[in-house]
Nanobody, 116 residues
Framework: QVQLVESGGGFMQPGGSLRLSCAAS????????MNWYRQAPGKERELVAT????????YFADSLKGRFAVSRDNGKKTVYLQMNSLKPEDTALYYC?????????WGQGTQVTVSS
């Protein structure tokens, strides 16, 4: 079955960097776009970034352009989210997502907390 396992979250001071990873299994990873979402307390889940199946094109929420980068390693079946110049408003639970057919699959999330 499809499994997505995020890691790399933690506590960081403003201005710092973190790299999240999402290890995938149970589907042909290289065929699918991969997404990162986040959900802050009291807010709706929002799309952060998308990377195409080959990793040759990416999409970011407008507010994150220039600070975040998304990449993937199809050999390792892993997608990454590099987060730089972190701000307190980046504090959220970050989720990995893939849409396979009609189904949406989610990881358990990894918490990122940005605070001084």
């Amino acid at each position: 079955q499809v499994q997505l396992v995020e890691s790399g979250g933690g506590f960081m001071q403003p201005g710092g960097s973190l790299r999240l990873s999402c290890a995938a299994s149970g589907f042909t990873f290289s065929r699918y776009y991969m997404n990162w979402y986040r959900q802050a307390p009291g807010k709706e889940r929002e799309l952060v970034a998308t990377v195409t199946s080959a990793g040759d094109s990416t999409y970011f929420a407008d507010s994150l352009k220039g600070r975040f980068a998304v990449s993937r390693d199809n050999g390792k079946k892993t997608v990454y989210l590099q987060m730089n110049s972190l701000k307190p408003e980046d504090t959220a639970l970050y989720y990995c997502n893939v849409k396979v057919g009609r189904n949406d699959y989610w990881g358990q999330g990894t918490q990122v907390t940005v605070s001084s």
